[in-house]
């Protein structure tokens, strides 16, 4: 089994910086590829960046340039460095470990909580 939990989320003032992290347990997750999702109340669940097993991120539009995902394979970790933070950013975030191939299962943290507001 595999156990993903986020940690870094909190409330910020708009412009500000949040750092996530998803600490991984098991011993999969250097062959994984890792994304970060955020859902807002009312809205589905999007994809907000992602990163390979061998490091190349992708970013959504909404967020190049501003955010930061790394990850550290040695702490079996990935990162997200939130920067210059607006208030639709306000979401809950999501870690997950990606299938490789259909049939296998991904995983998913318990999600942590971003609020950017004055």
């Known amino acids: 089994q595999v156990q993903l939990v986020e940690s870094g989320g909190g409330l910020v003032q708009p412009g500000g910086s949040l750092r996530l992290s998803c600490a991984a347990s098991?011993?999969?997750?250097?062959?994984?590829?890792m994304g970060w999702y955020r859902q807002a109340p009312g809205k589905q669940r999007e994809l907000v960046a992602s990163i390979t097993s061998n490091g190349s991120p992708n970013y959504a539009d909404s967020v190049k340039g501003r955010f930061t995902i790394s990850r550290d394979n040695a702490k079996n970790t990935v990162y997200l460095q939130m920067n210059n933070l607006k208030p639709e950013d306000t979401a809950v975030y999501y870690c997950n470990l990606a299938a490789r191939w259909v049939g296998e299962r991904d995983y998913w943290g318990q999600g942590t909580q971003v609020t950017v507001s004055s």
């Open positions: 098991g011993s999969i997750f250097s062959t994984r590829n």
